[in-house]
T-cell receptor, first 112, second 112 residues
Framework: AQSVTQLGSHVSVSEGALVLLRCNYSSSVPPYLFWYVQYPNQGLQLLLKYTTGATLVKGINGFEAEFKKSETSFHLTKPSAHMSDAAEYFCAVSDGVNDMRFGAGTRLTVKP | DAGVIQSPRHEVTEMGQEVTLRCKPISGHDYLFWYRQTMMRGLELLIYFNNNVPIDDSGMPEDRFSAKMPNASFSTLKIQPSEPRDSAVYFC??????????FGEGSRLTVL
């Protein structure tokens, strides 16, 4: 069975600062890993995903994440936060057959 | 394509009433998922279908919950009888095999 732990339910950064949202996973098989973003009163939107191949994955809105097998991590980063990045971010893991399990989410606040 | 379509977007009902949530997946997708989102428990996978067949319903909380997918373009999640603790946002999502999962905008249920 797969599971995901997101470290920090709330993260606050200043506009222009680095964004780092942490995600560690547990999986008995090679994982597929995802980051989703949720804006208020909306569904989830895929930011990026890792399946196989290059471990550094680039997504939309300037976000990227690196799969580190040795650390069982898939942290999400963005070099410079923008006010529009304020949202809830979810890390998810799948065994590749579409059965995704989500973390508890991290709410990102961006201060002017 | 219009994306995953859920209805109703909001429902307020009284304890003991039957609730039916509806979902139209993206045309051609062969997987359909129902998730529940609450502050306390985050995003939980309730059940998912592949080619209209339920594959894993281990996340369905109890017998009061049931889900059906009579055809490739329609699914329902029913709660009978509803209880206040069922209040949550229910998301439907669909995907192609090992493809991106697309989420609907959710149905916000309030049980008084």
């Amino acid at each position: 069975a797969q599971s995901v732990t997101q470290l920090g339910s709330h993260v606050s950064v200043s506009e222009g600062a680095l964004v780092l949202l942490r995600c560690n996973y547990s999986s008995s098989v090679p994982p597929y890993l995802f980051w989703y973003v949720q804006y208020p009163n909306q569904g989830l939107q895929l930011l990026l995903k890792y399946t196989t191949g290059a471990t550094l994955v680039k997504g939309i809105n300037g976000f990227e994440a690196e799969f580190k097998k040795s650390e069982t991590s898939f942290h999400l980063t963005k070099p410079s936060a923008h006010m529009s990045d304020a949202a809830e971010y979810f890390c998810a893991v799948s065994d590749g057959v579409n059965d995704m399990r989500f973390g508890a989410g991290t709410r990102l606040t961006v201060k002017p | 394509d219009a994306g995953v379509i859920q209805s109703p977007r909001h429902e307020v009902t009284e304890m003991g009433q039957e609730v039916t949530l509806r979902c139209k997946p993206i045309s051609g997708h062969d997987y359909l998922f129902w998730y529940r989102q609450t502050m306390m428990r985050g995003l939980e996978l309730l059940i998912y279908f592949n080619n209209n067949v339920p594959i894993d319903d281990s996340g369905m909380p109890e017998d009061r919950f049931s889900a059906k997918m009579p055809n490739a373009s329609f699914s329902t999640l029913k709660i009978q009888p509803s209880e206040p603790r069922d209040s949550a946002v229910y998301f439907c999502a669909s995907s192609l095999t090992e493809g991106e999962t697309f989420f609907g905008e959710g149905s916000r249920l309030t049980v008084l």
